[in-house]
């Protein structure tokens, strides 16, 4: 679950990481409002969405003057931000954050996030913080440092002064003081929160000395909001995909790809399994969807549902290994969905496992058209057929 901006920094402060003040509004009208209330101008106008890269979109302004705040806000607010993060078609902007202008003398990154093979996770730092971040590391990786933290331990305090004291020029000792406690409190933020990712882009060093988060980025592992409620009561979902949001609903694992080629499965491995397959031979899979090893009639009768609804659909594979899912369970489940829907693809099954012959019977005997499959690589080339 990723967090707005304003939402992150509502957490930092909680946690003490100095953040600019600042006011989430909805309309011109109020953004003007909220200004106010705030030092400046300038003040700096911020749209709110769950992709980076906003200032190079024209999503992060600078303003000078109560009419070009409310002009900027308006401008955030009436168009789609396209960013490098965001496709083509762009995200539409629901809130604005106004927040004071910031004297900026170096701009910083700090980020944590899990590194998978390390299984820990790892402070990333840098002085080459800003929006140049991507390019700047793809072309020198040594201005990047990291610092692996053991997580039965915690993190040791010379693994921050390690990171810090890299900077050249070297910040007054004042200013280092601040960007070590930025770091431990991030860290804090990043277990007792469950987050997958947690950055600071800028961490911005002032000329008057001081450090503080003039952005800020979190991600919530989504298999820990059972136990964080509180962050979950503020998740803002207008920017999913409405049939991964409805997919999510039913507790089934979709994801939304951009082929053409469905495809329904039970387990997370097969699933993938059959993407490749799909992919050697020679399509492009529609969809990751994993309908899970315990699957209700419902559930399946939901996904097929969903994928039936992707008009980007030319076939659909059916690719189910019955164990505790049964076969005719399945078979019960696509007939169901099959009834409010007409399905107007060619619709490919190869169905294993517990219940097999009672699955394939069921689909027999009602007036679905499908081709059943041996094997898996048959299955593929079979759907993949209906494509080319
Ligand atoms: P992002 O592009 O989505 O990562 O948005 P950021 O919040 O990081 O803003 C992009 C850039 O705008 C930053 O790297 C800064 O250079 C600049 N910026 C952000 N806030 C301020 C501010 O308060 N004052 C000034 N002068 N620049 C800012
Ligand atoms: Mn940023």
Redesign the pocket.
Known sequence: MKLH?YQAKEIFRKFGIPV?DGQVVTSPEEAVKSAQGLQGP?W?V??QVH???????G??R?VSSLNDLKMATEAILNQPLI?KQTGPEGTKVYQVLT??????DR?LYLAIVIDRSMARPVMIFSQA???EIEEVTARSPALVLKEFVNPDVGPMPYQWRRLAYWLDPLPEPQTLTEVISIMARLYEIFTDLDCSLAEI??L?LTKAGKALA??A?MTIDDNALFRQKEILGIDDPREMDPLELRAKKYNLSYIRLDGDIGAMVNGAGLAMATMDVIKMAGAEPANFLDVGGGASEEMITKGFEIILEDKKVKAILINIFGGILRCDVLARGVLAAVEKTEIGVPLIVRLAGTNVEEGRKILENSNLQFLVAKNMAEAADLVTKQVS
């Open positions: 901006e600019p300038p700096m911020k749209a992709s980076g890269g906003r200032g190079k979109g999503g992060v600078v960013t927040e004071e202008s910031v004297e900026i701009e913080g800003g929006m882009n800028p911005v003039v952005d980025k």
